[in-house]
């Protein structure tokens, strides 16, 4: 067990201290940000991202990367805007959103397991034919859900917790029940890990990419949601930078590039980091040009700090 | 042959070197020493210290107490840079050529020769390289890509790396441990000839015939601390001395199997086409029987038992198990149909090097043995706790990454999988390769077990006394078919040489 423990230790007791730490010295300077409302408002925030953080994290896990999920997100959310609009259909919208999301996601899948170019080009073009498509439904235009989501962004359990709220967790629960406690789950992670050898075990390694990118693909959807719900509208271009978010809060979390490595919990812990970072910056009214520069700036020490184990090994 | 003058003082000594990691001596007061022009051999199972020593050679590590003379010369420590100027230079185990670049390219990588304006004098280097060629008597030209040489050709590159600094001192790791006998020859002539240009050669390999037929002094430690250095004049030392010294008891350089009963045929191959063109490929295996695969590298041994077991797709022919005729598309198939597949190349095809012993063993058996669609990991040990102590791996735990482990280990990690789904055919390709005697017999045991239980086994291997001792009967394969089969008493190291070169058979 000594092992587990001291890896333990590297990543995610890391990152839970590093966040105690900004939590406690904001709070010293302005006591309104660890009130309740304003750590509801954290992770409202985050909502979004952290569904996509999830899918990005068991792509990467698996050996892949998706650099297309925010566009996914999008058109996902057009489909559902232009169905509401044109049959006012919410749950034939959903499913629609939905299915598309999912078939984009394997799409992806087929693409990469088939021709066994690298995924990071391969969902670079994707992207753009995702974001085309969005264009063209929406016309460029906003588009709205008219209220259809208002369920969701806007009711709170007990007048606190927001409906999203639970969502995120669900969904956060749903991804590490996959990769921890499902057979697929490790499995996944042992194609991550070594992908000749997971072939040589006997792993149907095409069927498990085009069914990891198909998940990976939902959890857009219900992003698309969530990211709709607080609007209450959608637009083609709403997606940009949210994959480069996603990519990051994975990365800090302590996932890697290389697969097989990382896990569902420190991908989370990734995210309220950066979660609580740009909060902490709003509230101490940080303007937004130097924000982006901290942001930055906090990303790079945190993946140079969580690597420095490695560092540490070469020697 | 040059003499090497043992009265002058030594390029090289190493003073009672001493190397500690967190509390434990890797090295306990070392002392060696290297002659110009000597070839000195180091030989010691894995883990006794060699690595380790070179690393103090080569200025990776810092001992903790002892000095290095060179050429008279004492040093406490040596640093990478001072370690090159000083003239010592190592040609690595593991490849780090670059393959998108030519043989001249990556002699000179990282040691450009350049002009006054900065820019590389490519033809000074060819012709340079071109020289060293011709003088060590190697067939090659520099022009060609390394992607496109064979494996030994590749070895030969590196050593030309090595030489073109000019070193004093050259370290060869395990410079064989991947070739045939007869690219092994090249290598061990090569090695020589650079010796007799007065260079010293510290030389690092498990192959106690090469080391006996090259060493000037052999030197064995064992435990990080020197058992003996011999004198190897005339070569003769007597390799059941060293491999005595190496494991601190007497070992039997050849396996003694226990006879099995041979039952009925288990495995039957018919006409087995790999690609239209390439011969038919028809043989048995019985229950209770091991069959030797014997071959040169590159005869296409692994290619069979790849499209046997479904890693490779094949063009035809017919595969019984048990009588019954079995379609096997890929590995999938064939686990299912009772073939385990111990892959040559632990680390790239066998092992997920940064996962856990636990999760390494228990990847194929997830399928079947373990039940249910929701898993905890952490209730897996007991299924794998026996198999590991059984196998004698050596690991802090269950939960160490597979990188960790020492090559013997590896392969046992490796093995473990497929013993943990007990399946009834079991393919060992290259199965001791590059690991130390100790893991070696537990593999021998191991697959005599298996024979006992009726399974079957084929083995494909380059290493003659485990072909000789634990085959039953040897099919020898030449360019992609089976050549001739050996049984009994005609299983010889002569034999199977002959007929893997295609020396006509009945010349006599």
Redesign the interface.
């Known amino acids: 067990m000594k092992n587990k423990l001291t890896f333990l230790k590297d990543q995610r007791i890391l990152l839970s201290f590093v966040i105690v730490a900004i939590v406690a010295i904001v709070a010293m300077i302005n006591p309104r940000f660890i009130a309740v409302k304003n750590l509801i408002t954290i992770f409202q925030q985050i909502s979004v991202i952290g569904i996509l953080t999830m899918a990005m994290s068991m792509l990467l896990i698996s050996g892949g990367i998706d650099l297309s999920i925010g566009n996914i997100m999008v058109l996902s959310g057009v489909v559902m805007a232009q169905i509401i609009s044109t049959s006012g259909n919410v749950a034939l919208a959903v499913l629609a959103g939905m299915i598309t999301a999912i078939l984009c996601g394997v799409l992806n899948g087929v693409v990469i397991a088939k021709s066994k170019c690298i995924p990071l080009i391969i969902t670079l073009g994707t992207s753009q034919m995702f974001y085309g498509l969005a264009l063209t439904i929406s016309g460029g235009r906003i588009m709205s859900f008219g209220g259809a989501f208002n369920a969701i962004g806007k009711t709170k359990l007990f007048n606190v917790f927001p409906v999203m709220l639970f969502v995120l967790m669900a969904m956060v629960l749903v991804s590490y029940v996959i990769m921890n406690r499902t057979k697929f789950g490790r499995r996944i992670v042992a194609l991550g890990g070594n992908e000749k050898n997971a072939f040589l075990s006997g792993i149907p390694v095409v069927k498990y990419k085009v069914i990891i990118y198909g998940i990976a693909g939902f959890f857009c959807s219900v992003a698309a949601i969530i990211f709709s719900a607080r609007i209450d509208s959608i637009t083609a271009n709403a997606g940009t930078g949210y994959e480069t978010n996603a990519l990051t809060a994975a990365i800090i979390g302590g996932v890697t590039f290389d697969g097989g490595k990382g896990t569902i919990s420190g991908a989370f812990l990734g995210c309220i980091l950066m979660g609580v970072i740009s909060n902490a910056m709003n509230i101490l009214q940080v303007e937004t040009y130097i924000q982006t520069i901290i942001t930055g700036a906090i990303i790079v020490c945190a993946v140079v700090l969580s690597n420095l184990n490695n560092m540490k090994k070469n020697k | 042959m040059v003499e090497i003058d043992y009265n002058n003082n030594p390029i090289l000594r190493m003073n009672q070197i001493k190397k500690e990691f967190s509390g434990v001596y890797a090295l306990s007061g070392i002392t060696f020493d290297l002659y110009r022009g000597e070839i000195h051999c180091l030989v010691g199972e894995n883990g006794a210290g060699k690595s380790t020593l070179m690393k103090v050679l080569s200025g990776a590590y810092r001992p903790a107490s002892g000095s290095i003379e060179v050429e008279g010369k004492s040093y406490e420590t040596l640093t990478p840079n001072l370690s090159k100027e000083l003239g010592i230079n190592i040609v690595y185990q593991e490849n780090d050529l670059v393959a998108s670049m030519n043989v001249v390219e990556n002699i000179y990588v990282g040691n450009e020769k350049v002009n006054r304006f900065g820019f590389v004098k490519f033809k000074e280097m060819l012709e340079e390289t071109q020289r060293q060629i011709e003088e060590l008597g190697i067939q090659m030209n520099p022009l060609t890509k390394i992607e496109n040489l064979s494996v030994s050709d590749q070895q030969f590159v590196k050593i030309l790396k090595a030489l073109s600094v000019e070193p004093k001192v050259l370290i060869m790791d395990e410079p064989t441990s991947m070739f045939n006998v007869e690219d092994a020859a090249k290598v061990l002539k090569l090695t020589k000839t650079i010796s007799e240009k007065g260079i010293g050669i510290i030389y690092i390999s498990h192959f106690l015939n090469e080391i006996q037929q090259i060493a000037d002094r052999v030197t064995v430690i064992r435990d990080g601390a020197v058992v003996n250095t011999y004198q190897n004049k005339n070569r003769d030392i007597p390799i059941a001395t060293i491999t005595t010294d190496m494991v601190g008891r007497p070992v039997d350089t050849f396996y003694q199997k226990e006879k099995q009963p041979i039952g009925e045929v288990l495995l039957e191959v018919k006409d087995l086409q790999l690609k239209k063109d390439s011969p038919k490929i028809s043989f048995q295996v019985r229950k209770g029987e091991i069959v030797g695969f014997a071959g040169m590298v590159g005869a296409g041994r692994t290619e069979i038992v790849r499209a046997l077991?479904g890693?490779d797709s094949k063009y035809g022919g017919e595969i019984r198990i048990n009588g019954r005729k079995v379609e096997i598309r890929?590995?999938?198939d064939?686990?299912?149909e009772g073939f385990a597949?111990i892959?040559e190349d632990r680390q790239?095809?066998?092992?997920?090097?940064?996962?856990?012993v636990l999760?390494n063993v228990?990847?194929?058996g997830?399928?079947d043995k373990?039940k249910g669609?929701?898993?905890?990991?952490k209730k897996f040990p007991p299924y794998v706790e026996k198999l590991i102590t059984d196998l004698r791996v050596k690991t802090?735990?269950l939960?160490?990454?597979a990188v960790y482990l020492s090559g013997g280990n590896q392969q046992k990690v490796v093995l473990a999988?497929w013993l943990f789904i007990e399946q009834e055919i079991y393919i060992f390709d290259e199965p001791t390769r590059g690991i130390d005697i100790n893991a070696k017999a537990e593999f021998y045991k191991q697959m005599s077990g298996l024979t006992k239980q009726g399974k079957c086994i084929i083995m494909v291997s380059s290493d003659m006394p485990e072909l000789i001792s634990m085959s039953d009967r040897v099919l020898v394969i030449r360019d992609g078919g089976i050549d001739g089969e050996l049984a009994g008493e005609a299983i010889t190291e002569q034999n199977i040489i002959k007929q893997a070169l295609g020396v006509k058979k009945y010349e006599e």
């Open positions: 077991t890693a890929n590995p999938g064939g686990i299912r597949h892959t790239k095809l066998g092992l997920m090097l940064h996962n856990s999760e228990t990847i194929i997830l399928r373990i669609f929701f898993i905890q990991i802090p735990s939960w160490t990454e999988k």
